[in-house]
Structure formats: C-alpha cells, structure tokens
C-alpha cells in the first residue's frame, strides 16, 4: 500500500527566504508525481508536474525534484513572498492503478511573514 | 480552455433537500474524478468516469449519486445527506486514467449539511 509523508506538517518563514518541501513515498511504481497549492477553502493548483522518468521540472520561482529510487521529491520555492503562504501538497498515481486514484500526501501548511 | 469549472461555489442543504453540484471541461480531457476533502486533511477519491462510464466507486453511501451526461460534464446528485458529509468536494479531470497525465483541479464546491 502506498503511503505519502510530507515533511513538516507546517513552515514558518521570513519573506525573502527559500523554501524546502519535502514528500516521500514507499512504493515507487508511480508514474509521476504532481504537486498542487491549496488555498484556504479553495481547490488544488497544479504547480509542477514530475514524470517518472524525469529527474526535475521547473516553473519560475519553483523547482522540483524527483528521486525514484530513493522515493523522494523536494519542492523549492526560491525567495519566498507572503503570496507564497499555502498549504502544498503532492499526489503520485501508481502504474499498479488502472483508474487513476491519486494518493495524496497530507500537506505543508506554509506562512510566509512580511 | 485549461480550466474546470464547479458549481455553486457554496452550499447550504438541509438533510431532507435533494441538491445537485456541477463540473465542466472543455479540455477534452475523458477522464472526471469527484474527491472529498475535509478540514485539514487530504482529498479523498469518491468516484471515477472514464470515457462516460463510471469506473470507480470507492465505497460511497448511496446518498451520493453521480452522473456523467456527456464527455464535458460531471454531476453529483446528493440526497438526505448527513452533517458529517459537510466538505469540500473537489472535481477533477485528467486527458485519460491510468496513463501518468496531469490533473486539472476546480476550485471546489463548499458544501455545509444543516
């Protein structure tokens, strides 16, 4: 069974500084790996999407990274802004699941303070 | 079109009430997912249409009827609902199942069970 750990649960951080998200998972039959932004009370974002066969992908101030054989990807958000404050959270769809159920990690809750 | 649209974007239903939420794609995406969210946890999968059909149904109480009356929408049917069903309920969208493509996310319907 695939379990999904995202570390911290939460992240305070002075604006201007970089952040580090991290998710693992244990079973590394996934075809990629996705990581969204949430908003309180509104629906995921699509930041970046990590093919398995991929090892990073980048959009503007964000990178992310992405381990298979370790089971790891990190999510960095280069000089934090108070509009970067969000709960991320990354999902992978297993190649074992024809239907494409995403297991979701339970999220980084981040505050960036001015 | 990159975008998933649901409807309303709140809702307030007494258990007696039969109320419908909606979702629309115009990415030809054949892939339509309803999740459920509660506070501070991560979305959870209720139902899969894949080219119309229901594909999935991951254990949902019958109170909760979904419909798929074309490649665009995605419906869900609610009927003598409990407090405890009160969540947010994502829709989602993917080009096809079980093929690694991205998921595109609507901004959620806010539903609220008196």
């Known amino acids: 069974k695939q379990e999904v750990t995202q570390i911290p649960a939460a992240l305070s951080v002075p604006e201007g500084e970089n952040l580090v998200l991290n998710c693992s998972f244990t079973?590394?039959?996934?075809?990629?790996l996705q990581w969204f932004r949430q908003d309180p009370g509104k629906g995921l974002t699509s930041l970046l999407l990590?093919?398995?066969?991929?090892r990073e992908q980048t959009s503007g101030r964000l990178n992310a990274s992405l381990d298979k054989s370790s089971g790891r990807s990190t999510l960095y958000i280069a000089a934090s802004q108070p509009g970067d404050s969000a709960t991320y959270l990354c999902a992978v769809p297993m190649t074992t699941d024809s239907w494409g159920k995403l297991q979701f990690g339970a999220g980084t809750q981040v505050v960036v303070t001015p | 079109d990159t975008e998933v649209t649901q409807t309303p974007k709140h809702l307030v239903m007494g258990m007696t009430n039969k109320k419908s939420l909606k979702c629309e794609q115009h990415?030809?995406?054949?892939?339509m997912y309803w999740y459920k969210q509660k506070a501070k946890k991560p979305p959870e999968l209720m139902f899969v249409?894949?080219?119309?059909?229901?594909?999935i149904n991951e254990s949902v109480p019958s109170r909760f009827s979904p419909e798929c009356p074309n490649s665009s929408l995605l419906n869900l049917h609610l009927h003598a609902l409990q407090p405890e069903d009160s969540a947010l309920y994502l829709c989602?969208?993917?080009?096809?199942?079980?093929?690694?493509?991205?998921?595109?996310f609507g901004s959620g319907t806010r539903l609220t069970v008196v």
């Open positions: 989602a969208s993917s080009q096809e199942t079980g093929n690694g493509y991205g998921y595109t």
């Open positions: 990590i093919q398995s066969s991929q």
């Open positions: 990415m030809g995406h054949r892939a």
């Open positions: 249409y894949s080219y119309e059909k229901l594909s």
């Open positions: 079973d590394s039959a996934i075809y990629n």
